[in-house]
Protein backbone atom coordinates (compact mmCIF):
# COMPACT_ATOMS: atom_id res chain seq x y z
CA UNK A 1 0.00 0.00 0.00
CA UNK A 2 1.39 3.58 -0.51
CA UNK A 3 2.52 6.20 2.68
CA UNK A 4 3.13 9.00 2.54
CA UNK A 5 5.75 10.87 4.73
CA UNK A 6 6.20 14.41 5.45
CA UNK A 7 8.95 16.29 7.91
CA UNK A 8 9.84 17.99 10.15
CA UNK A 9 6.27 17.47 11.76
CA UNK A 10 6.69 20.61 13.75
CA UNK A 11 9.11 23.95 12.89
CA UNK A 12 9.65 27.07 14.53
CA UNK A 13 11.84 29.80 12.66
CA UNK A 14 12.86 32.91 12.51
CA UNK A 15 11.90 35.77 9.98
CA UNK A 16 14.26 35.56 6.94
CA UNK A 17 15.39 32.55 7.77
CA UNK A 18 15.46 29.61 4.72
CA UNK A 19 13.25 26.74 5.18
CA UNK A 20 13.15 23.31 3.46
CA UNK A 21 10.32 20.85 3.55
CA UNK A 22 10.31 17.04 2.40
CA UNK A 23 7.85 15.29 0.78
CA UNK A 24 8.32 11.21 0.32
CA UNK A 25 5.93 8.92 -1.11
CA UNK A 26 6.05 5.30 -0.84
CA UNK A 27 4.54 2.31 -2.79
CA UNK A 28 3.50 3.76 -6.16
CA UNK A 29 5.48 5.23 -8.98
CA UNK A 30 5.26 8.77 -11.17
CA UNK A 31 2.16 10.22 -8.40
CA UNK A 32 1.60 13.52 -8.87
CA UNK A 33 2.19 15.32 -6.05
CA UNK A 34 1.15 18.76 -4.35
CA UNK A 35 1.94 20.97 -2.19
CA UNK A 36 -0.97 22.41 0.19
CA UNK A 37 -0.51 25.09 2.71
CA UNK A 38 -3.35 26.12 5.30
CA UNK A 39 -3.56 29.26 7.63
CA UNK A 40 -5.26 28.48 11.17
CA UNK A 41 -8.74 27.92 10.75
CA UNK A 42 -8.63 28.07 6.98
CA UNK A 43 -9.24 25.97 3.96
CA UNK A 44 -6.66 24.60 1.80
CA UNK A 45 -4.92 26.60 -1.09
CA UNK A 46 -2.23 25.02 -3.42
CA UNK A 47 0.57 25.95 -3.25
CA UNK A 48 2.58 23.86 -6.45
CA UNK A 49 1.98 20.72 -8.07
CA UNK A 50 4.37 18.41 -10.18
CA UNK A 51 3.22 15.36 -12.80
CA UNK A 52 6.71 14.77 -12.84
CA UNK A 53 10.26 14.53 -12.27
CA UNK A 54 11.51 19.00 -12.35
CA UNK A 55 8.40 19.45 -13.66
CA UNK A 56 6.88 21.91 -11.13
CA UNK A 57 3.91 24.11 -11.71
CA UNK A 58 2.66 27.08 -9.32
CA UNK A 59 -0.43 28.20 -8.62
CA UNK A 60 0.32 31.41 -6.02
CA UNK A 61 3.20 34.10 -6.99
CA UNK A 62 5.26 34.15 -3.39
CA UNK A 63 8.72 33.85 -1.50
CA UNK A 64 8.46 29.87 -1.69
CA UNK A 65 9.55 27.07 -4.40
CA UNK A 66 9.39 23.47 -5.05
CA UNK A 67 11.31 20.90 -6.81
CA UNK A 68 11.22 17.65 -7.35
CA UNK A 69 14.67 15.52 -7.48
CA UNK A 70 13.33 12.10 -7.53
CA UNK A 71 10.26 10.26 -8.68
CA UNK A 72 8.84 9.96 -5.32
CA UNK A 73 10.19 13.40 -3.30
CA UNK A 74 8.61 16.82 -3.31
CA UNK A 75 10.65 19.70 -1.76
CA UNK A 76 9.08 23.23 -0.46
CA UNK A 77 11.73 25.65 0.30
CA UNK A 78 12.30 29.33 0.90
CA UNK A 79 15.28 31.32 1.04
CA UNK A 80 13.83 33.88 3.10
CA UNK A 81 10.30 33.45 5.45
CA UNK A 82 7.53 35.61 6.36
CA UNK A 83 5.70 35.94 9.06
CA UNK A 84 2.90 35.28 6.50
CA UNK A 85 4.52 31.65 5.90
CA UNK A 86 3.27 30.60 8.86
CA UNK A 87 0.50 27.87 8.62
CA UNK A 88 0.03 23.76 8.47
CA UNK A 89 1.96 22.43 4.99
CA UNK A 90 0.34 19.58 3.47
CA UNK A 91 1.91 17.26 0.80
CA UNK A 92 -0.54 14.82 -1.03
CA UNK A 93 -0.21 12.36 -4.07
CA UNK A 94 -2.44 11.22 -6.45
CA UNK A 95 -2.01 8.21 -9.23
CA UNK A 96 -0.96 9.54 -12.33
CA UNK A 97 -2.87 7.48 -14.64
CA UNK A 98 -4.28 8.28 -17.84
CA UNK A 99 -7.80 7.96 -17.10
CA UNK A 100 -7.84 8.01 -13.48
CA UNK A 101 -9.88 10.25 -11.13
CA UNK A 102 -8.03 12.43 -8.98
CA UNK A 103 -7.94 10.71 -5.50
CA UNK A 104 -5.46 12.73 -3.23
CA UNK A 105 -4.21 11.47 -0.23
CA UNK A 106 -2.36 13.49 2.31
CA UNK A 107 0.73 13.35 3.97
CA UNK A 108 0.85 14.28 8.46
CA UNK A 109 2.05 17.74 7.67
CA UNK A 110 4.51 20.37 9.05
CA UNK A 111 3.74 22.79 11.35
CA UNK A 112 5.45 26.21 10.89
CA UNK A 113 5.88 29.30 12.71
CA UNK A 114 7.50 32.56 12.12
CA UNK A 115 8.21 33.97 14.87
CA UNK B 1 -11.13 28.27 -13.71
CA UNK B 2 -13.16 26.55 -11.33
CA UNK B 3 -14.53 28.08 -8.29
CA UNK B 4 -16.13 25.84 -4.98
CA UNK B 5 -18.66 27.75 -3.09
CA UNK B 6 -19.64 25.49 0.22
CA UNK B 7 -21.85 26.14 2.96
CA UNK B 8 -22.64 26.40 5.78
CA UNK B 9 -19.52 27.27 7.13
CA UNK B 10 -20.45 26.20 10.80
CA UNK B 11 -23.08 23.61 11.63
CA UNK B 12 -24.07 22.64 14.87
CA UNK B 13 -26.13 19.70 15.78
CA UNK B 14 -28.02 17.25 18.28
CA UNK B 15 -26.33 13.87 18.64
CA UNK B 16 -28.44 11.59 16.21
CA UNK B 17 -29.96 13.81 14.08
CA UNK B 18 -28.70 14.85 10.35
CA UNK B 19 -26.19 16.87 9.27
CA UNK B 20 -26.13 18.21 5.56
CA UNK B 21 -23.05 20.35 3.73
CA UNK B 22 -23.67 21.72 0.33
CA UNK B 23 -21.35 23.12 -2.17
CA UNK B 24 -21.46 24.33 -5.82
CA UNK B 25 -19.15 24.31 -8.66
CA UNK B 26 -18.39 26.75 -11.60
CA UNK B 27 -17.12 24.61 -14.29
CA UNK B 28 -19.45 22.07 -15.83
CA UNK B 29 -16.47 19.92 -17.32
CA UNK B 30 -15.24 19.29 -13.09
CA UNK B 31 -16.69 15.22 -13.16
CA UNK B 32 -14.70 14.20 -9.96
CA UNK B 33 -16.39 15.54 -6.54
CA UNK B 34 -14.51 14.17 -3.18
CA UNK B 35 -15.22 15.29 0.44
CA UNK B 36 -12.96 14.99 3.03
CA UNK B 37 -13.04 15.21 6.56
CA UNK B 38 -9.73 16.93 8.62
CA UNK B 39 -9.75 16.87 12.71
CA UNK B 40 -7.94 19.18 14.93
CA UNK B 41 -4.35 19.53 14.18
CA UNK B 42 -4.92 16.22 11.97
CA UNK B 43 -4.51 16.07 7.88
CA UNK B 44 -7.79 15.93 5.82
CA UNK B 45 -8.87 12.24 5.37
CA UNK B 46 -11.04 11.36 2.12
CA UNK B 47 -14.38 9.97 3.32
CA UNK B 48 -16.50 9.43 -0.07
CA UNK B 49 -16.14 10.68 -3.55
CA UNK B 50 -18.60 10.52 -6.05
CA UNK B 51 -17.74 10.89 -10.03
CA UNK B 52 -20.03 12.75 -12.60
CA UNK B 53 -21.81 9.02 -13.85
CA UNK B 54 -23.71 8.73 -10.94
CA UNK B 55 -25.93 10.73 -9.17
CA UNK B 56 -26.16 9.14 -5.37
CA UNK B 57 -23.18 7.29 -3.44
CA UNK B 58 -23.66 6.09 0.21
CA UNK B 59 -21.43 4.46 2.82
CA UNK B 60 -22.66 3.55 5.91
CA UNK B 61 -24.11 6.93 7.81
CA UNK B 62 -22.69 9.35 4.94
CA UNK B 63 -23.72 9.44 1.29
CA UNK B 64 -23.30 12.47 -1.51
CA UNK B 65 -25.82 13.31 -4.36
CA UNK B 66 -24.27 14.91 -7.35
CA UNK B 67 -26.96 17.19 -9.31
CA UNK B 68 -24.44 17.94 -12.56
CA UNK B 69 -27.30 20.26 -14.25
CA UNK B 70 -27.08 22.35 -10.98
CA UNK B 71 -23.48 21.94 -10.70
CA UNK B 72 -24.06 20.97 -6.79
CA UNK B 73 -23.48 18.66 -4.67
CA UNK B 74 -23.98 17.44 -1.29
CA UNK B 75 -22.60 15.59 1.83
CA UNK B 76 -25.68 13.93 3.94
CA UNK B 77 -24.67 12.76 7.36
CA UNK B 78 -26.86 10.45 9.13
CA UNK B 79 -27.23 9.64 13.24
CA UNK B 80 -24.69 11.65 13.93
CA UNK B 81 -22.24 10.87 16.59
CA UNK B 82 -19.80 13.59 18.68
CA UNK B 83 -17.01 11.75 16.65
CA UNK B 84 -18.09 13.27 13.82
CA UNK B 85 -17.35 16.75 14.58
CA UNK B 86 -14.46 18.41 12.37
CA UNK B 87 -13.88 20.48 9.59
CA UNK B 88 -15.22 18.72 6.07
CA UNK B 89 -14.16 19.95 2.79
CA UNK B 90 -15.81 19.62 -0.85
CA UNK B 91 -13.68 19.93 -3.91
CA UNK B 92 -13.69 19.22 -7.38
CA UNK B 93 -11.64 18.34 -10.33
CA UNK B 94 -11.58 17.44 -13.83
CA UNK B 95 -10.46 14.11 -14.94
CA UNK B 96 -8.22 13.41 -18.05
CA UNK B 97 -6.30 17.11 -17.38
CA UNK B 98 -2.35 17.66 -17.01
CA UNK B 99 -3.19 19.75 -14.03
CA UNK B 100 -5.04 16.94 -11.81
CA UNK B 101 -5.49 19.69 -9.38
CA UNK B 102 -8.75 19.31 -6.78
CA UNK B 103 -10.17 23.04 -6.08
CA UNK B 104 -11.21 22.97 -2.39
CA UNK B 105 -14.32 24.52 -0.94
CA UNK B 106 -13.47 26.65 2.13
CA UNK B 107 -14.85 24.01 4.57
CA UNK B 108 -17.61 23.49 7.29
CA UNK B 109 -17.08 23.22 10.48
CA UNK B 110 -19.58 20.32 12.63
CA UNK B 111 -19.99 20.15 15.83
CA UNK B 112 -22.35 17.62 17.10
CA UNK B 113 -23.38 17.92 20.43
CA UNK B 114 -23.56 15.12 23.03
Known amino acids: SQTIHQWPATLVQPVGSPLSLECTVE??????LYWYRQAAGRGLQLLFYSVGIGQISSEVPQNLSASRPQDRQFILSSKKLLLSDSGFYLC??????????????FGPGTRLTVL | GENVEQHPSTLSVQEGDSAVIKCTYSDSASNYFPWYKQELGKRPQLIID?????GEKKDQRIAVTLNKTAKHFSLHITETQPEDSAVYFCAASIRDTGRRALTFGSGTRLQVQP
Open chain 1, 27 to 32: GTSNPN
Open chain 2, 50 to 54: IRSNV
Open chain 1, 92 to 105: AWSASLWGAYNEQF
